[in-house]
């Protein structure tokens, strides 16, 4: 079945304890993203990346850091998390970002930074 | 991306068709309407998307009125899990790395 696997789906954690959200897909996508969701703001990108080894900033990158050594996985990385960081995270992938392709989500991590 | 403005909630009887209606009245010739919705915390799901023609999958029917100001997407027979809130986005086919952008949508309520 093609999807975006997120794990883990549900952290609570401390303070500067570093952590890592992986994301993997099975569709051979060269697009994949990091967003956040918080009330009343909607979904924002936190980081993006067009294929391996090139990867960008989006809307709110503060604060994390992402890599791409293979195609299929995007992990995202919280090195000292911080309770702003408290939101509910979601990877996305499409085949590619031009001819219209749409994007696939996973389902979500929720984290809470105390 | 252009505006779109959707209603705020729609109520729909299980096994009824749901049509849920998005106003796109300043959509460029190169840009898609692209449907999506988020059933409660969940990621948000792909729906269907369409440029100028009609479409239809296996999840819903996606009606592009002539002008492209407007269009419809048809869940045929709504089922209580079909619940959700809905996202009409407009955007371009080569639109780079613009990020989506889920505006309030519709929230549709499947009643038994």
């Known amino acids: 079945e093609a999807q975006v696997t997120q794990n883990p789906r549900y952290l609570i954690t401390v303070t500067g304890k570093k952590l890592t959200v992986t994301c993997s897909q099975n569709m051979n996508h060269e697009y994949m993203s990091w967003y956040r969701q918080d009330p009343g703001l909607g979904l924002r990108q936190i980081y993006y990346s067009m294929n391996v080894e090139v990867t960008d900033k989006g809307d709110v990158p503060e604060g994390y850091k992402v890599s791409r050594k293979e195609k299929r996985n995007f992990p995202l990385i919280l090195e000292s998390p911080s309770p702003n960081q408290t939101s509910l995270y979601f990877c996305?992938?499409?085949?590619?970002?031009?001819?219209?392709?749409?994007?696939?989500f996973g389902d979500g991590t929720r984290l809470s930074i105390l | 991306d252009a505006k779109t403005t959707q209603p705020p909630s729609m109520d729909c009887a299980e096994g009824r068709a749901a049509n849920l209606p998005c106003n796109h009245s300043?959509?460029?010739?190169?840009?898609?309407v692209y449907w999506y919705r988020q059933i409660h915390s969940q990621g948000p799901q792909y729906i269907i998307h369409g440029l100028k023609n009609n479409e239809t999958n296996e999840m819903a029917s996606l009606i592009i009125t002539e002008d492209r100001k407007s269009s419809t997407l048809i869940l045929p027979h709504a089922t209580l899990r079909d619940t959700a809130v809905y996202y009409c986005?407009?955007?371009?086919?080569?639109?780079?790395?613009?990020?989506?952008?889920f505006g309030k949508g519709t929230r549709l309520s499947v009643i038994a």
């Open positions: 300043t959509i460029s010739g190169n840009e898609y």
């Open positions: 986005i407009v955007r371009p086919w080569n639109s780079g790395n613009t990020p989506l952008v």
């Open positions: 996305a992938s499409s085949l590619s970002l031009g001819g219209g392709q749409p994007q696939h």
